[in-house]
């Protein structure tokens, strides 16, 4: 059984940084992070592909930052610059490789606030 485990988050004040880190037990086609504010939908808002390809939400660009290790599996989120708007739960995601089956980690709140 394939393992997705994630960690970080927490309570920073505005303008500081966090870091998530995500990884699995098998090889992943993407990883990224999806982030749900009450009330809101979920929203994909960083992927990262194994061969390099990423793409980041506007609404992060220039603040968050992904780098993945393809040999560990793993995938970590450096957020800085925070805003209150970046509070939310946050999930890491990603594709197996092989059976193309999608995993999500458990999710971990991040709370901005002075």
């Known amino acids: 059984q394939v393992q997705f485990v994630e960690s970080g988050g927490g309570l920073v004040q505005p303008g500081g940084s966090l870091r998530l880190s995500c990884a699995a037990s098998?090889?992943?086609?993407?990883m990224g992070w999806y982030r749900q504010a009450p009330g809101k939908l979920r929203e994909l808002i960083v992927r990262?592909?194994?061969?390099?390809?990423?793409f980041y939400k506007d609404a992060v660009k220039g603040r968050f930052t992904i780098s993945t290790d393809n040999a560990k599996n793993t995938a970590a989120l450096q957020m800085d610059n925070l805003k209150p708007e970046d509070t939310a739960v946050y999930y890491c995601?990603?594709?197996?490789?092989?059976?193309?089956?999608?995993?999500w980690g458990q999710g971990t709140q991040v709370t901005v606030s002075s």
């Open positions: 995601n990603g594709q197996d490789f092989e059976t193309e089956k999608e995993y």
């Open positions: 098998t090889s992943m086609y993407y």
């Open positions: 990262k592909f194994r061969g390099g390809s990423t």
